[in-house]
C-alpha cells in the first residue's frame, strides 16, 4: 500500500522555525519526484517547493524563496521541509506529494499522483 504521511507540523510565534517530515513507503521513492503544497481556509491549494528524485534540482514559490528549504533522504524514504522566518499568512494544512517521474522540475508542469493527509501549521502574531 502506497502511502504518504506528513509530521512535524504545530504550532509556533511569528518568526519561528519549524521542519516537516513526509515518510513514503509502498513505493521505489528513488522514481519519484517530490513536492509540499500548502491549503489554508478559503483558500485554494496551492504549491510550495518541489523536488527531483535526485534532489539535484529544487524549486520555490516566491511567497517562501529564501525562508524555506526541501531536502530528501533517499536512504531513508523521507521529504523534509524546513522553514524558517515563519509569518502568520504561512498557517496552513500541508501536504507532502509525489510524481512518479524524472523529470527535474516536475513540479512545474505536473500534477502530483499520490498526496499524504496533510499536517496543520499555524503561525501566531
Known amino acids: 500500500q502506497v502511502q504518504l504521511v506528513e509530521s512535524g507540523g504545530g504550532l509556533v510565534q511569528t518568526g519561528g522555525s519549524l521542519r516537516l517530515s513526509c515518510a513514503a513507503s509502498?513505493?521505489?521513492?528513488?522514481?519519484?519526484?517530490m513536492a509540499w503544497f500548502r491549503q489554508a481556509p478559503g483558500k485554494e491549494r496551492e504549491f510550495v517547493a518541489g523536488?527531483?528524485?535526485?534532489?539535484?534540482?529544487?524549486g520555490y514559490a516566491d511567497s517562501v524563496k529564501g525562508r524555506f528549504t526541501i531536502s530528501r533522504d533517499n536512504a531513508k524514504n523521507a521529504v523534509y521541509l524546513q522553514m524558517n522566518s515563519l509569518k502568520p499568512e504561512d498557517s496552513a494544512v500541508y501536504y507532502c506529494?509525489?510524481?512518479?517521474?524524472?523529470?527535474?522540475?516536475?513540479?512545474?508542469?505536473?500534477?502530483?499522483?499520490?498526496w499524504g493527509q496533510g499536517t496543520q501549521v499555524t503561525v501566531s502574531s
Open positions: 506529494a509525489a510524481r512518479r517521474t524524472y523529470s527535474s522540475n516536475w513540479f512545474r508542469y505536473y500534477e502530483p499522483d499520490l
Open positions: 509502498g513505493l521505489t521513492f528513488s522514481t519519484y519526484g
Open positions: 523536488i527531483s528524485w535526485s534532489g539535484g534540482f529544487t
